[in-house]
């Protein structure tokens, strides 16, 4: 198999600068195995795989350890590359992605794009949030990330999370 993978450096004029992410034009999808293997081996915070579909494209990341449902910097790393390295004419374009359809345009200053909103929501703590934080919340929010509030500064700073008990969570991350 011979793909092609651009490394475009996010939110940056220059070579080096900016948020890294690897970019990698698929003419169909391939595995999910494989999709994480290549992730796992650029090595970056995200890789972005990307198939034409319908008038857009269907759009994925990946970190090296697992797919996660949206990404930001290696979203306008995949619209770069469609627009300047693939000739896409269009002045905007959409992805299909988990979160939703996303819209990037592009003008003589750059790039914009439309983002989800995350709406936070109150839940009930998770048993195994408490037991990775070692605390038990005054109250927690969800939307991608769980949102926990605690008592005081000091309980913050007094934090020794278990991250391997984080990583099992159903959700992206955590806020303390």
Same mark, same amino acid.
């Given at each position: 198999?011979?793909?092609?993978i651009?490394?475009?450096?996010?939110?940056?004029?220059?070579?080096?600068?900016?948020n #890294?992410?690897?970019?990698?034009?698929?003419?169909?999808?391939?595995?999910? +195995?494989?999709?994480?293997?290549?992730?796992?081996?650029?090595?970056?915070?995200?890789?972005a795989?990307?198939?034409?579909?319908?008038?857009?494209?269907?759009?994925?990341?990946?970190t090296?350890e697992?797919? &996660? =449902?949206?990404?930001?910097?290696?979203?306008?790393?995949?619209?770069?590359?469609?627009?300047?390295? @693939?000739?896409? +004419?269009?002045?905007?374009?959409?992805?299909?992605?988990?979160?939703g359809? @996303?819209?990037?345009?592009?003008? =003589?200053?750059?790039?914009?794009?439309?983002?989800?909103?995350?709406?936070?929501? #109150?839940?009930?703590?998770?048993?195994?949030?408490?037991?990775? @934080?070692?605390?038990? #919340?005054?109250?927690? @929010?969800?939307?991608?990330d769980?949102?926990?509030?605690?008592?005081?500064?000091?309980?913050?700073?007094?934090?020794? #999370? =278990?991250?391997?008990?984080?990583?099992?969570? =159903?959700?992206?991350?955590?806020? &303390?």
């Amino acid at each position: 198999m011979n793909l092609k993978i651009y490394q475009i450096d996010a939110f940056a004029n220059r070579t080096f600068e900016g948020n #890294p992410a690897a970019v990698c034009p698929l003419n169909e999808w391939i595995s999910d +195995t494989l999709l994480q293997q290549i992730a796992a081996e650029n090595n970056l915070s995200e890789t972005a795989f990307f198939v034409t579909e319908g008038n857009g494209f269907a759009l994925r990341w990946f970190t090296p350890e697992s797919e &996660v =449902d949206l990404c930001g910097h290696a979203t306008l790393a995949a619209a770069h590359v469609i627009f300047k390295h @693939l000739g896409y +004419t269009n002045e905007s374009l959409l992805l299909n992605t988990k979160s939703g359809t @996303l819209k990037v345009g592009r003008s =003589d200053s750059g790039y914009s794009m439309s983002f989800p909103a995350s709406h936070l929501e #109150p839940v009930d703590t998770p048993v195994r949030l408490k037991e990775a @934080l070692g605390i038990t #919340p005054i109250k927690t @929010l969800a939307a991608f990330d769980y949102i926990v509030i605690v008592e005081s500064q000091a309980q913050v700073q007094a934090l020794s #999370p =278990d991250f391997a008990t984080l990583q099992t969570l =159903d959700l992206r991350g955590v806020v &303390v």
